[in-house]
């Protein structure tokens, strides 16, 4: 499929590393390092802003390496940009590790998946069918 894109940053457009890849990579697009302390957010810009087809958004992930070696994910992860949407892409990224950590322009701070989404038109009703699981909540399916 194909997506329009804008390009206002100085990096390469995202790319798929593996041909099995889900996620592309997002990176900063800063004038000057950006150092996130211990427990604190904030929104990195990345120069980028896409046209969705309806029927698709594009959902904004934290990068495993980042968040394992670092504490360093995405505050609402995923975040979700709608195919309406067409400001510039920003991830707003919060370390939860105990370190300080600085943000260079080009570094690769999250990932980005492009997905299909259905809508529904709702059928509302006085009751729901039976399950298995009924109204079992949280932790009621394991141990």
């Known amino acids: 499929m194909e997506v329009k894109i804008i390009n206002r940053s100085h990096h390469a457009l995202p790319a798929y590393e593996t041909p099995a890849s889900a996620g592309m990579d997002l990176r900063a697009n800063i004038d000057a390092p950006i150092t996130l302390q211990s427990s604190d957010n904030v929104i990195v810009p990345t120069g980028l802003f896409i046209e969705l087809p309806i029927g698709y ?34 991830v707003i990224l919060i370390n939860h590790g105990k370190q300080a ?27 729901l069918e039976e399950s298995a699981r009924g ?7 394991g141990k």
Do not use: C
């Open 135 to 141: 109204t079992g909540g949280f932790g009621s399916t």
């Open 101 to 127: 950590f600085t943000i260079n322009d080009g570094e690769r701070i999250a990932q980005m998946v492009i997905a299909k989404h259905e809508r529904v038109d709702w059928n509302e009703s006085n009751q």
């Open 57 to 90: 958004e594009a959902q904004v992930r934290p990068r495993s390496g980042l968040a394992a070696k670092n504490g360093i994910t995405v505050l609402n992860s995923p975040g979700t940009i709608d195919a309406d949407y067409r400001g510039e892409i920003k």
